[in-house]
């Protein structure tokens, strides 16, 4: 491309950034168009690689809706009982949202905790929503609250939001421990659908507290791996790897310590792929200890190199709003009065950063944090 022409593409570029709009959606739900909110910033990012500016992450952010929904249906689906079935519809009667496997639902319990909970029902359905939530005595009370909610009880529920795509092609091995099978059932119904190479490694505590066992049992057992450490121990990378696909994809959800064995252990593969979600926080790796003050109390508060904002301000402010603890959903950002913080997140955009942290995962650059908390 000769001079003169690319500075005329240039100057194109720079003439469709300027005046770039997005339409309102298509479809008439009011609010931009989501697909081409999405393409409009994709074109945004790669003329800002072509004309050496500063791309903008939220130059045209993906619209997202939220709904009042209410349980509709509410079973139990292990035989102890700790895991809960929820089917939800919208309260208007319209038609929810569409969904891929390895979507989730931001909710909004009634009394204000924001939670996310995978989506494990058929994306076919188009009126009904269903997830599943494993009873956590010791946990941060979202769960438990969860387990209360009867059918007719509302919730504000947004999304659906996918950070664990699946991509339905060539082979794959799908690891699930416990609760984590909510994320990885959809992709193997989907895989299982489309006539896909595929093996399912499925682990838990016991056979009684697993849920979808029931379903799991009708599939091709030649295609299936169910392993419970009350009778087969626990597993070590060998025992959840060993069907990994030569050149194919590993999709794997459940308990940090399953997470570290599968990431360790897929370079010893032949799989090609490793795509993974953690339903527990990560631990904290290469922290520094530091200390946080509390503007409206003056409080400071010492954060160990181990430990994350987040636990220590709930020990003293124990309604600190929060959701994931992995650093994508944005719950608990919160305002940074003095100091600078040491962005872990996966959310906030950069002009955000500057005066926002998450403080799930994100820590302090310096010895000291003022909040506003």
């Known amino acids: 491309m000769g001079d003169r022409t690319f500075a005329r593409a240039m100057a194109a570029v720079r003439e469709y950034r300027a005046s770039r709009t997005i339409p309102e959606d298509l479809l008439g739900k009011g609010g931009m168009d989501e697909s081409l909110a999405q393409i409009t910033d994709g074109l945004d990012k790669l003329f800002a690689i072509l004309d050496h500016s500063k791309y903008k992450a939220r130059a045209a952010p993906v619209q997202t809706r939220t709904h009042t929904m209410a349980v509709s249906e509410r079973f139990t689906l292990c035989r102890d009982e700790n895991v809960v079935g929820l089917t939800l519809r919208r309260v208007d009667g319209g038609d929810v949202p569409p969904w891929h496997p390895g979507s989730h639902l931001d909710l909004v319990l009634p009394s204000g905790r924001r939670r996310q909970y995978s989506l494990c029902g058929d994306p076919l359905e188009k009126d009904a929503y269903s997830i599943a939530v494993r009873l956590v005595p010791d946990g941060g009370g979202g769960s438990a609250e969860m387990h209360t909610l009867e059918v007719g009880d509302r919730l504000s529920v947004t999304g659906p ?10 082979s794959a091995l799908f690891v699930a421990g416990g609760i984590g099978i909510t994320a990885i059932i959809p992709m193997v119904r989907r895989a299982r659908a489309l006539g896909m190479d595929w093996h399912l490694v499925y682990s838990g505590r016991s056979r009684q507290s697993m849920p979808f066992l029931d379903e799991v049992s009708t ?48 370079p010893a593969t032949g799989a090609t792929r490793l795509h993974y979600e953690r339903f527990s926080p990560p631990p904290v790796v290469a922290g520094s200890p530091f200390s946080v003050e509390l503007a409206s109390s003056g409080t400071v ?52 950063r500057e005066d926002y942290m998450l403080i799930c995962v994100s820590r302090s650059a310096g010895e000291r944090l003022t909040l506003d908390l």
Request: charged letters at 25%; a negative charge.
């Open 219 to 266: 599939w091709d057992q030649e295609r299936v791996t169910v392993r419970t450490d009350d009778v087969d121990g626990l597993p070590t990378a060998a025992d959840l790897l060993r069907h990994a696909p030569d050149g194919g994809s590993v999709y794997c959800c459940g308990p940090p310590p399953m997470l570290a064995l599968v990431r360790e252990g897929v």
């Open 301 to 352: 508060l010492d954060v160990a190199a181990d430990r994350t904002a987040l636990d220590v301000i709930r020990e003293v402010v124990p309604g600190v709003p929060y959701s994931c603890r992995q650093g994508f959903c944005g719950t608990c950002k919160v305002k940074v009065l003095a100091g600078a913080p040491e962005h872990r997140d996966r959310r906030l955009a950069d002009d955000e």
């Open 161 to 170: 939001r996918n950070a664990f795509p699946f991509y339905a092609s060539g």
